[in-house]
């Protein structure tokens, strides 16, 4: 394979043009040196690739093919300065961007809509995934940033903090009151309402002088339908350490994959449901659900960007770094 980039250049402005003075003013040197390029380049490839005219030069049928791969070529490399200049003069270019489906809706949506309004030549692509995979995307090369949920940031990579958020407990209220009524009936049931009367041969109802049955947090958790994300999510494994930790051994669980459809199955009165408060303000503040009064809250989290430490970062990615950090 010959590989004089120059000699190539030459041969592709000649056979362009059709003429060695074009060529030659086009490139900014000497005619002469031009017909030494192309010598060179055919005493290397072993063939012929002109034909003088009386008009100029000819390609022959060798030089046809060869300056049909060139110029593809050379099109390719001025494409790639064109879009180089324009990432440079206007801000063009694209991030890739990885991030949960819930972490994408609720809290990466709002930073995009103002961020392509002030940049909307750069082409920005979502891949959604877990946080787990997210950092995997992220040492393969897949993406260049991710949002994630806090957790053991790999070396090289830097974490910023973009926010707080916490986990909650929540239901409809008509869940808990059939709740309530649901183990009030089993328990009474359980326990028998009634006593034998001296020689009678019928039974009295008690008395009913007891006061209000109601579950504790820690019976709501135990005894209810309680709704979690499936395993393997950061999420699960936050709220089953704190479930340990509180000695609270849930009876029913009910796995889902998606934390929306966890607040929609709450809301209905599906069951209790474990949610990030700030994924259902809407929700919370209508009454649809509840948030249930721990003794001893979930720890907070944080959500973030995960990056390449010490690397040079492309205009695209320090612009949206910049706008999600100072907004």
Not at 314 to 325: M, N, V
């Amino acid at each position: 394979m010959y590989d004089n980039l120059n000699n190539y250049k030459v041969f592709y402005n000649v056979a362009k043009y059709r003429s060695l003075s074009k060529a030659a003013e086009k490139l900014f040197i000497s005619q002469p040196a031009i017909s030494k390029s192309l010598a060179k380049l055919e005493e290397g490839l072993e063939t012929k690739l002109f034909e003088r005219t009386s008009k100029g030069v000819a390609l022959t049928q060798e030089g046809e093919v060869l300056y049909k791969h060139i110029e593809t070529a050379f099109e390719n490399i001025a494409k790639g300065e064109d879009e180089i200049k324009k990432i440079n003069e206007f801000g063009i270019g694209q991030l890739r961007i990885g991030v949960s489906t819930s972490l994408c809706k609720h809290i990466l949506l709002d930073y995009l809509k103002g961020f392509i309004t002030e940049n909307p030549h750069i082409k920005v692509i979502i891949d959604c995934h877990s946080t787990i995979n997210t950092i995997k995307l992220l040492q393969n090369d897949k993406i260049d940033i991710g949002l994630i949920c806090e957790t053991d940031i790999p070396k090289g990579y830097e974490y910023k903090k973009l926010q707080d958020i916490h986990d909650i407990f929540v239901a409809s209220d008509s869940y808990i009151d059939n709740l309530h009524l649901r183990e009030k009936d089993d328990m009474e049931n359980a326990e028998s309402p009634y006593f034998f009367a001296g020689n009678l041969t019928s039974f009295i109802p008690e008395e009913e002088s007891k006061p209000e049955f109601k579950l504790s947090i820690k019976e709501i958790l135990e005894k209810s339908n309680l709704m979690l994300l499936e395993p393997n999510n950061l999420t699960r494994t936050h709220i089953d350490s704190y479930l340990a930790e509180e000695g609270i051994y849930p009876n029913q669980v009910l796995e889902i994959n998606n934390m929306d459809l966890l607040i929609d199955f709450a809301a209905i009165g599906m069951g209790v449901a474990s949610i990030v408060r700030e994924f259902a303000t809407d929700y919370l503040e209508s009454g649809q659900i509840i948030e249930l009064p721990l003794e001893n809250e979930v720890k907070k989290r944080t959500v973030g960007f995960i990056y390449p430490n010490g690397k040079i970062k492309h205009t695209a990615l320090e612009k949206f770094i910049d706008y999600c950090t100072v907004s």
